[in-house]
C-alpha cells in the first residue's frame, strides 16, 4: 500500500502540486473513474486536468485505479439508467432480454443500451455531485498534514 499509493501521491507533492489541488485531483480521478460510461474516463480525466491546471498524469493514475471498482458498479448503474430513463414498457435490462433483443430486433436492443447508459451517466452525475465535495473536504486536510510532514 505505502509502495503503490502513498509514496507516488508523496511524490506528487513533490513535484508542485499544493495539497488542495492533490485533494482536488484524487477527489475528481475517483469520481471520473467510476463513470458508467467505458472509453470516457481518459477523455474527461485529461480535459478536466488541463483544464483546471492538476497534474494529468496523477489523475490518470487515479481514474484508473478506479476500474475494478467501476466494473463492479456498471451493471447496477446500467440496470438503474434504464428505469430511470425508460419510456414507460418493460425497461428491465438484463442479459437475456439483451440476447434476446440483439437477435430479433437490433434497433431496440440499441435503443436500450442507450437509455440505460444515458440514465447510468445522470445517476453517476447526481453521485458526483455528493462524492467531489465529499472526498475533497476530507483529504485536504490528510494531505496539508502529509505536506508539513514532508517539509520538515
Do not use: C
Amino acid at each position: 500500500m505505502r509502495r503503490r499509493v502513498l509514496n507516488p501521491l508523496l511524490g506528487v507533492l513533490r513535484q508542485g502540486l499544493s495539497p488542495t489541488q492533490l485533494a482536488l485531483t484524487v477527489a475528481l480521478g475517483v469520481a471520473f473513474g467510476l463513470i458508467p460510461v467505458l472509453g470516457v474516463t481518459t477523455l474527461f480525466s485529461t480535459f478536466a486536468a488541463v483544464r483546471l491546471r492538476l497534474n494529468v498524469a496523477a489523475l490518470l493514475l487515479i481514474s484508473h485505479l478506479m476500474s475494478p471498482l467501476q466494473l463492479l458498479l456498471l451493471i447496477p448503474l446500467l440496470q438503474l439508467g434504464a428505469r430511470v430513463v425508460g419510456d414507460g414498457t418493460d425497461t428491465e435490462l438484463t442479459l437475456t432480454q439483451l440476447q434476446y433483443l440483439l437477435s430479433t430486433d437490433w434497433m431496440e436492443a440499441a435503443q436500450l443500451l442507450w437509455r440505460a447508459t444515458l440514465g447510468g451517466f445522470l445517476l453517476w452525475l447526481l453521485g458526483s455531485l455528493v462524492l467531489v465535495p465529499g472526498l475533497f473536504y476530507g483529504l485536504r486536510p490528510v494531505f496539508d498534514r502529509m505536506a508539513r510532514r514532508q517539509a520538515k
